[in-house]
């Protein structure tokens, strides 16, 4: 935190004034640390949508399969809330005052 001594003339009897203004960072410890928990957030949601493709056996293509783990609760409904979630906790330590 660094303090700078902002000169300017007053109207007033054209005096010069010294104003003591605080050069200061917005963001302060809480605020990374909520930002990287939101990040985790949202690479745990991702980690968890990967897998095996649709059209995939022991990792090679194949037009003659199907895979029915694309449909599973973990990619469908829980990778995409951690997502959302993680995006959320990002938006909250964006706007979250010191």
Do not use: C, H
Not at 44 to 60: E, I, Q, R, S
């Amino acid at each position: 935190m660094s303090k700078k001594t902002n000169k300017f003339a007053a109207s007033e009897f054209g005096k010069e004034t010294e104003v003591l203004q605080e050069n200061t960072f917005y963001f302060g410890q809480q605020n990374f640390k909520w930002m990287l928990i939101g990040l985790a957030f949202i690479i745990v949601g991702f980690l968890l949508m990967m897998g095996p493709d649709a059209n995939t056996v022991d990792g090679k293509f194949d037009p003659n399969s199907w895979n029915d783990g694309i449909f599973s609760i973990r990619r469908i409904r829980i990778a995409p809330l951690f997502i959302v979630i993680g995006f959320g906790i990002e938006v909250y330590a964006i706007l979250k005052r010191k």
